[in-house]
């Protein structure tokens, strides 16, 4: 490969999430999963005791601070053996979140978790942005 | 009070020039000014505007910090232990010593805030403790704050609630957050003197920024310039606190010396504008006014005060602008009818109206001026005069219009035989007849008496009544004279008499007088 060509292609990657930066990335549901807001997903932790709460950002992102009680597990380490060994029943409610609408992991989580036969799944779709944005507790 | 009369064209056309001239000065003035107000009052409002988006940034900054600042006390197992035992068995030591410790930690261990207060509250928002510092509070949640905290229920009670109050001391921050996680115990009250932070405003805007309380007492103020410039422009924002009141001055000084120079450019070049273009104006204005209308009106006087002397040849110039231009023609038009009928009227008064000859007046006045050019030039000057013979016969025989008609008749061959412009001919009276003839001596006089009798003879005017003949005859009498022989009453005389002698040697004669020169 030329280094012309190399050149080309980095520009063409770092343009096109560059002019795509305003969109939001995350879809607007998971099919399967339960959407939840900031407040809903306080009053969830309250009346479910057995409440997974699973952070899927990255791991210094959440040592700064997070909703407290849960737990640190990136996407891409998100299987179905780590989950079953977190989780071992499929009737344990699991709630997904991360940094907010310009991220993924929560969303590709939550429907990783649903395929592997998880029935009580939300997702916290505003993530991080949204519960610091509403000034709510930090845990760190 | 000026009198209209007395007001010339030129003079108000100037008085009026200059007026307009003033007017627009004053105006131009006026409207600098307003254009230089409406620039710096817009440049305060920007700036304002300026100041007051870095004074809410670094609002909001400071929200942060306070905000990490209370979450990292409330998250210490020391603090939430003493709480507890404080809502349990009212025990505060342990409450005082964590609300004491964090003197030291993060943001104002880094002189970041300025934390004046720490206090824990109850759920319900009853005051537990609170540390001991130089500054004294109200006891309680400031007002504001307790207005946005109380009542609140489910997930909004873990949120943070935060506001700018006013304080005996001065405009404070407060930031309220829930104590305990998502299990809300209790809460902690963390106040911060937001004047210390303010001071980054002027970074942000990078310009000098003083910060005042409303007291007007000086509570930050920027590196200031070693001297205040004159163009610098000071530039006011008042930070609201929550509940409205007025809470911080901050006064910028906005270098405004390019918005000046911009301003006084844009004056200038109006003004220049306006000078020269209003000056190539008055300059055409004059230049039109005096050759289609000032000097021509000059001109129309001169030609009226001659045409009011009498020459009524004068015309007056009719190149000027149409209003004038209508006027000239209107007088122009009124000479010209004048000076016909006066033509007319001497005309009028120098004819007999029955045979059109000149009238005896006219001959009389016409000899004197002859008689006066013969003594300058010495030439001859020649006087005949007609009679018609038996014309008293004739009048009895053909009645007076007949005479009348006679009359023409002969008035007719006088007119053709006197041929030149200078030849005078003339009706004297009655039936008598005269004739002068300048520059003519006797011999052409003679020519002349000759070829009217000649001419009465060709008439053949037929004379029933007359004893000598058939026809219509005239004796003519004829005197000359040059220079000093004669004047002209003795020519007159002269010819009278060779005339009366014409007659004496019967009728159809001619005599030429004997004491001509």
């Known amino acids: 490969m030329s280094p012309r060509v190399l050149l080309v292609l980095m520009a063409w990657l770092w343009l096109v999430p560059a002019a795509a930066s305003d969109r939001p990335l995350a879809p607007a549901s998971v099919p399967g999963s339960q959407l939840v807001s900031a407040e809903q997903a306080i009053d969830l932790i309250g009346a479910q005791p057995n409440l997974l709460v699973i952070d899927s950002r990255r791991r210094e992102e959440f040592d700064k601070g997070h909703v407290e009680g849960a737990i640190n597990l990136l996407d891409t380490e998100l299987t179905r053996q780590v989950l079953l060994k977190l989780a071992p029943s499929p009737d344990r409610p699991l709630l997904f979140y991360c940094n907010g609408e310009r991220c993924l992991r929560s969303s590709n989580s939550a429907r990783q978790a649903l395929s592997w036969g998880y029935r009580k799944v939300y997702w916290f779709r505003g993530g991080w942005q949204e519960w610091i944005d509403k000034h709510l507790p930090v845990a760190r | ?517």
Not at chain 2, 416 to 421: C, F, H, I
């Open chain 2, 1 to 517: 009070m000026i009198s209209v009369e007395r007001l010339s064209l030129r003079d108000a056309t100037i008085g009026i020039a200059l007026v307009s001239g003033l007017v627009a000065v004053a105006l131009l003035g006026f409207s600098a000014y307003m254009f230089k107000s409406a620039a710096f009052d817009s440049q305060q409002k920007s700036v304002a505007r300026v100041i007051e988006v870095a004074s809410l940034e670094v609002l909001s900054q400071l929200d942060q910090r306070v905000f990490a600042v209370g979450t990292s006390l409330q998250a210490r197992p020391e603090f939430r232990a003493g709480l507890e035992r404080k809502l349990a068995s009212g025990e505060d030591a342990g409450l005082l010593a964590a609300l004491h410790e964090p003197f030291v930690n993060g943001y104002v261990g880094a002189g970041q805030l300025d934390l004046v207060k720490l206090r824990a509250y109850d759920l319900d928002l009853v005051p537990l403790a609170q540390n001991a510092s130089a500054v004294e509070l109200p006891p309680g949640l400031p007002p504001v704050l307790r207005q946005r905290a109380a009542g609140r229920t489910g997930a909004d009670r873990l949120k943070a609630v935060s506001a700018l109050w006013l304080s005996p001391r001065g405009p404070l921050y407060s930031v309220l957050l829930p104590v305990g996680g998502l299990q809300v115990k209790g809460y902690l009250e963390a106040v911060v003197d937001p004047a210390y932070n303010l001071g980054a405003v002027a970074q942000m805007t990078r310009m000098p920024v003083s910060v005042f309380g409303m007291d007007g007492r000086l509570l930050h103020q920027s590196a200031a310039p070693a001297e205040t410039k004159d163009a610098d422009l000071p530039v006011t924002y008042v930070l609201p606190a929550a509940d409205g009141q007025s809470a911080f001055r901050l006064v910028g000084l906005d270098d405004v010396t390019q918005l000046r120079a911009e301003v006084w450019r844009t004056t200038a070049m109006l003004l220049a504008g306006i000078v020269l273009l209003g000056g190539l104006a008055a300059m055409a204005a004059v230049v039109f006014l005096n050759r289609f209308l000032f000097l021509p009106l000059r001109g129309m006087q001169a030609d009226m005060e001659r045409c009011a002397g009498g020459d009524l040849s004068a015309t007056v110039n009719r190149r000027m602008v149409r209003e004038f231009r209508v006027l000239a023609d209107a007088f122009n038009l009124m000479a010209q009818q004048l000076a016909a009928r006066i033509e007319e009227l001497r005309l009028l008064s120098c004819r007999d109206s029955l045979t059109s000859l000149s009238n005896r007046h006219h001959f009389d006045v016409a000899l004197a001026l002859e008689w006066a050019r013969v003594r300058r030039t010495g030439n001859w000057l020649s006087l005949l005069i007609i009679d018609i013979d038996h014309f008293k016969l004739y009048n009895d025989h053909y009645g007076h219009l007949g005479g009348d008609e006679c009359l023409r008749a002969v008035g007719r061959v006088l007119a053709g035989v006197a041929r030149r412009p200078t030849d005078i001919a003339a009706r004297y009276g009655g039936e008598e007849f005269a004739i002068l003839l300048p520059d003519t001596a006797a011999d052409g006089a003679y020519g002349i008496a000759e070829a009217i009798q000649g001419e009465m003879a060709r008439l053949r005017l037929p004379h029933a009544a007359s004893p000598t003949s058939q026809r219509v005859t005239v004796c003519i009498g004829i005197a000359s004279c040059s220079a000093a022989q004669c004047d002209s009453a003795q020519l007159v005389a002269a010819a009278d008499e060779a005339l009366y002698r014409a007659k004496h040697r019967g009728r159809n004669r001619i005599a030429v007088a004997e004491n001509e020169g």
